[in-house]
């Protein structure tokens, strides 16, 4: 099959994006236009009206100056602050449909190909012969949690929308060392051009899911939970939050505007006597929200049991400490969700599971985890 380039359109309705690689005199199209027709998604214009309508502009106030429901000073109605084009990403439980879904997935796809080919790639389209043909195979070069093999072949359907896709593995498998995940064939350039987006998908989701697997497995037996948290990679929330569940976590708040966390940084701006008021009007304020205030210790902790919260989050609280906090909920006769936080380790979140909470939230699971170890293994295929 010849080779149609950059982007032809796939069996999944991949626009064709070659006329942005003819000529490196024209501007290159930003991201959005280049999706599909079908596609049907509000876009933000740029980062100026980004940020003008986040942080105010002298004419915007911005989005902290307004309720849900009022206009701004530019006669814009507010119904819904946030940065991401797809609202029904931002629910307390994952409810994507498959088009919102593959939306994100593509997304992701297009910007990571943007950025790395640029106008062309121009060593392949130096050295390799427009009609080679080669066949490739994705090989995990150690065990782990395998995630976002969506994402790798939205990669290469994104540079070529000719080239043949199979996948042997699906996210969430345990892969063993040499395990292969997926093989594609065609064009030979096209396989190099998206080998390094496609494999630093893989790599760094597989990452995030063979983390969150380790902590579930270390708390294996009791009844807590592995939660994820907001420290994520910029841009890439939602794909690692994807991960976090191939892994067997669950995933957190998505951002600020789907659950309320009244944190330490907020408390030092409240009066312990004003406390149980704030708590009240934020109750009143958001009744079908989450709500949730953080105790560093266990003073607080009993504090808040009385509260009309749903959860209070124990930060940094020892297991003893915990283990208290868990009998005065039980002598109180609350149904409070306990969650435990701060310097979580795999050995110290079986110790804060043993002690009765519900929940364990670990930022590391997605801001340190290591990249799995990935490659292309490739072959000229004689035609």
């Known amino acids: 099959m010849k080779n149609e380039g950059v982007g032809a359109r796939s069996?999944?309705?991949?626009?064709?994006?070659?006329?942005?690689?003819?000529?490196?005199?024209?501007?290159?199209?930003?991201?959005?236009?280049?999706?599909?027709?079908?596609?049907?998604?509000?876009?933000?214009?740029?980062?100026?009206?980004?940020?003008?309508?986040?942080?105010?502009?002298?004419?915007?106030?911005?989005?902290?100056?307004?309720?849900?429901?009022?206009?701004?000073?530019?006669?814009?109605?507010?119904?819904?602050?946030?940065?991401?084009?797809?609202?029904?990403?931002?629910?307390?439980?994952?409810?994507?449909?498959?088009?919102?879904?593959?939306?994100?997935?593509?997304?992701?796809?297009?910007?990571?190909?943007?950025?790395?080919?640029?106008?062309?790639?121009?060593?392949?389209?130096?050295?390799?012969?427009?009609?080679?043909?080669?066949?490739?195979?994705?090989?995990?070069?150690?065990?782990?949690?395998?995630?976002?093999?969506?994402?790798?072949?939205?990669?290469?359907?994104?540079?070529?929308?000719?080239?043949?896709?199979?996948?042997?593995?699906?996210?969430?498998?345990?892969?063993?060392?040499?395990?292969?995940?997926?093989?594609?064939?065609?064009?030979?350039?096209?396989?190099?051009?998206?080998?390094?987006?496609?494999?630093?998908?893989?790599?760094?989701?597989?990452?995030?899911?063979?983390?969150?697997?380790?902590f579930v497995d270390a708390i294996k037996g009791t009844s807590a939970r592995i939660l994820d948290t907001r420290k994520t990679t910029p841009g890439l929330r939602a794909l690692e939050r994807y991960a976090v569940r191939c892994g067997g976590g669950v995933n957190h708040r998505t951002g600020l505007y789907d659950g309320i966390l009244i944190k330490e940084n907020h408390l030092i701006f409240i009066s312990p006597a004003e406390l149980n008021r704030v708590i009240k009007k934020a109750r009143a304020a958001y009744p079908d929200l989450p709500l949730v205030v953080e105790a560093d210790s266990v003073a607080l902790a009993e504090r808040m049991l009385s509260q009309p919260v749903d959860r209070i989050l124990l930060d940094n609280l020892s297991p003893e400490q915990v283990t208290e906090v868990v009998a005065l909920r039980s002598k109180m006769s609350t149904k409070v969700d306990l969650e435990a936080s701060g310097g979580v380790t795999e050995e110290r979140a079986l110790a804060l599971a043993k002690a009765g909470v519900e929940w364990i939230s670990v930022g590391g699971i997605t801001h340190s985890a290591r990249a799995m170890d990935f490659s292309l293994d490739i072959q000229p295929k004689r035609i």
């Open 11 to 214: 069996p999944l309705g991949f626009k064709d994006l070659s006329d942005r690689f003819r000529s490196k005199t024209k501007t290159a199209k930003p991201v959005h236009s280049l999706r599909g027709e079908s596609d049907q998604i509000p876009l933000l214009q740029d980062f100026t009206s980004l940020t003008n309508g986040i942080l105010g502009n002298g004419k915007n106030p911005g989005l902290h100056g307004l309720r849900v429901g009022e206009k701004d000073a530019l006669g814009k109605l507010r119904t819904f602050f946030s940065t991401c084009p797809h609202r029904r990403l931002h629910a307390v439980k994952v409810s994507l449909s498959p088009k919102d879904w593959q939306a994100v997935v593509r997304e992701a796809a297009a910007r990571a190909v943007g950025e790395d080919v640029g106008p062309s790639d121009v060593t392949s389209r130096t050295v390799i012969p427009e009609e080679a043909s080669a066949a490739a195979v994705l090989v995990a070069k150690e065990a782990c949690v395998l995630a976002g093999l969506e994402v790798a072949e939205a990669v290469f359907r994104e540079v070529d929308g000719s080239l043949r896709w199979s996948a042997k593995a699906k996210d969430g498998d345990r892969i063993m060392k040499g395990g292969v995940v997926a093989e594609v064939d065609g064009s030979a350039r096209s396989i190099l051009t998206a080998e390094r987006c496609a494999l630093n998908f893989l790599q760094q989701l597989s990452g995030v899911a063979t983390k969150t697997a380790a």
